[in-house]
Structure formats: C-alpha cells, structure tokens
C-alpha cells in the first residue's frame, strides 16, 4: 500500500497530550471495542488527570507513545509501548492501543505510526524487541504488523471476554537486536 501521510505529523507524546489521547481513546472504544482489552467504561472513569500520570509513568518506566497529528494539530492515531519494571523482562517493550480514527484510516498512518515506534524502539539500546497482541480475526492488522516485521510465535485462547463471547489473541514478536 502506498503511504500518503504528507499531512500528517508523528511525535513522541508527552502528558500535556492527556486529554486528545483520552478522547482518542473514547473514540477507539467506540468504534472498536470488540478488539480491545479495555472497556469505554474503563476509560471513561480516568480523568484527564490519571491519564496524564499513566504517560508520565510510561515515559519514566522507559516506555513512550507516538502520536499521529493532522495538519489542524489534532490527534487522529497513537500506539504505545510499555516497559517491564521487572529488570529481567526490560528487554521487552509491549506495544499496545494501536489505533486510527476512522476518517483517517486507508492513508497509511499505522504503518507509519508503528514504524515511528520501531525506529524509536531500535535508539534505546537496552529495549531488544517489541511484543504485540491481536484478536486472530482481525486480519488487517495482523497483515499490518507482520509486514512491519513481527512474527506470530503463539496463540492464547480466550484472551478476551466479551458479551459476545471469547475471542483468541495471537501473540507477535519483533526482534530489535
């Protein structure tokens, strides 16, 4: 797919970000809750003020958030990447909340978010690869995130509970180094 993201921005977010990321959020659950492990009731209860603590603590665990911004400077993607505080498991870095608005998706700003983020991923010498979760029926992405490099190593049964049922998760893995 051709990438057609001259209009848009990608940065590092910090927790003056708090509040477009939440509402980016709310947005995701809204539009995509069938695949995400949080609930709108979950993110709804967090007020701007938690959320900014939660990208502050990301960022000082050696985690970080990028942020896709429109040319009116409007948050319209993200993915994160959280760190282990457990010294043994910090050569992981666990991508999560991988996300588009839906007037802004079929433009090629995951992909370029989640190159972003391995690029990012590959300047902090001691984080050595990245893992990422996904519901197995959402092949798009699963398609997206082995053509930027992850491999499926595992499927875990169940991951996710809803009011549908349950629905499977296949674990990915890219290696940094």
Same mark, same amino acid.
């Given at each position: 797919m051709q990438s057609n993201c001259e209009d848009y921005s990608f940065r590092e977010l910090v927790p003056d970000d708090a509040p477009?990321?939440?509402n980016l959020r709310l947005?995701?659950?809204?539009? &995509?809750?069938?695949?995400?492990?949080?609930? %709108? *009731?979950? @993110?709804?209860?967090?007020s701007e003020g938690v959320v900014r603590q939660d990208i502050d603590a990301r960022i000082?665990?050696?985690?970080? &958030?990028?942020?896709?911004?429109?040319?009116? %400077? *409007?948050? @319209?993607?993200m993915?994160?990447?959280?760190?282990?505080?457990?010294?043994?498991?910090r050569?992981?870095?666990c991508v999560w909340g991988v996300y588009v608005s839906t007037?802004?998706?079929n433009r090629g700003l995951a992909r370029e978010l989640l190159l972003e983020l391995i690029r990012l991923a590959r300047n902090i010498e001691d984080l050595h690869q990245l893992h990422i979760e996904v519901v197995t029926s959402n092949a798009s992405a699963v398609r997206l995130y082995?053509?930027?490099?992850?491999e499926c190593y595992g499927t875990?049964?169940?991951?996710?509970?809803?009011?549908e049922g349950y629905h499977d998760e296949y674990q990915l893995a890219l290696i940094l180094r």
């Open positions: 477009q990321f939440r947005d995701a659950l809204t539009t &995509s809750s069938d695949v995400l492990a949080a609930t %709108l *009731e979950e @993110v709804e209860a967090d000082r665990n050696g985690g970080f &958030s990028v942020g896709a911004f429109s040319k009116q %400077l *409007e948050m @319209v993607g993915v994160n990447v959280a760190r282990p505080s457990l010294e043994r498991l050569h992981i870095g007037e802004h998706r082995q053509e930027v490099g992850f875990q049964p169940r991951a996710i509970r809803t009011n």
